[in-house]
């Protein structure tokens, strides 16, 4: 009986770890549903975008009352969680405050994770009410709408729940450590929660004791959960900021790709020796045809799928989008979340089909993202460079319009008559090629 918060500690823990690496295995598959992509190039670069964005969020703080609230739950959640491997080997091993021989340095980390998780409180706080009381325009937005405005709200209570157990653990715990109750030594220094001592005070020391176990409890039960909780959350960025900003775009935003297909075309019409009445070589056997552009999830890359599940929903893409401030359809955040569901419909559907796609007759062209919210896009990479984790909405964009105009001749009638004045006149305006050097009299 001694040993039985023991085993049911280690049953807890392996049923949230377990869960956990479930929920990643299913993660990585479904980016790994995306065609490949070379970002192994400069890998220099790429540790210094990490380091900048991801660990420093030099991007958050361009808009510093919400950088500077961000860093601190940010801070806050990484640092206290130090904690956590505390907690861990006590609750295998039975021990209290196993790292206390520390000394001096235990006391300023426990102080210094107290204060954090006080602000950590304040700033949650305040970003409640910036969402719910104030109503900022962009979490106000329509894309928000449903899950994504509760989902929001959910994370805003869960951090505030996390933080108050913790700060009941330790200051029940501070209690019983001044008492000399039981096996609960003198270690740490508790300059929030020892605030608290007066409440405890009216209790016995039993019923402290009771307290502390059941915050201790919950606040690590509270841990898994949430740790769990951010597969199915915008949360999920605190884990793939990281890979997100070390394997983005590192070419002028700007520049834009070119379809390796068509370039091979261009190079075999300027060959002289080239015969142009000669077939295409079939497709190998397994291949698919050649496809241009993407029409559903299967047709984008998988740093573009990493992307879409990196998407922290904050709406500074869509804040500074030319096309939505002018009423446009488009909003650069539903694309990316857009693309995460249709991913998410997709392998649920592998899942149902013991690990194969089975067609159902949707894709992410249409029945997700309409071809007016993908027109609307001015290509002006305002979406990019205000993305705090390096995520490019533009990349999606193209690659859909690509399709419409490549695979399904559907482009705007403005654009189809320019590209065809391009092919017979050699301008986009329509006269004649014998007129194009007319201009040169006015001069």
Known sequence: MAYIDNVLFILLLSAGFGYFAVNVK???RNIKLGQPKDRSDNPAARWKNMALIALSQSKMVRRPVAGILHIIVYAGFVIINIELLEIII??????????????????FLIGFFEILALGVIVAVAIFWIRRNIIKLWRFAHGDLKGWPKSDANIILYFETVLMVLFLTMNGADHYLQTQHYSHFIEAGAFPVSGLLEGIFSNFSLESVEIIERIAWWLHITGILIFMNYLYFSKHLHILLAFPNTYFAKLEPKGKFKNLDSVTAEVKLMMDPNADPYAAAPPPAEGELPAKFGASDVHDLDWV???????????????????????????????IMMDTRDRLEEVGRNIDANKGTFVPDGKQLLNDYITPEELWACTTCN???????????????????????????????????GMMSNIENNGAPWQYSQMDRLNWKEEL
């Not at 799928?305 to 500074?320: D, F």
């Open 26 to 28: 299913k993660l990585v």
């Open 90 to 107: 006590d609750g295998i091993f039975g021990t209290h405050r196993i790292f206390s021989f520390m000394g001096g340095f235990y006391s």
């Open 304 to 334: 573009q799928l990493l992307n879409a599940y990196t998407c922290t929903e904050c709406g500074r893409c869509t804040s500074v989008c030319p096309a939505n401030i002018t009423g446009k359809k488009l909003s650069p955040r539903k």
């Open 382 to 416: 305002g979406c990019a460079e205000a993305c705090p984790v390096n995520i490019d909405p533009l990349s999606i964009i193209m690659d859909m319009r690509q399709y419409l105009v490549m695979e399904q001749s559907a482009a705007p009638t403005e654009l189809n």
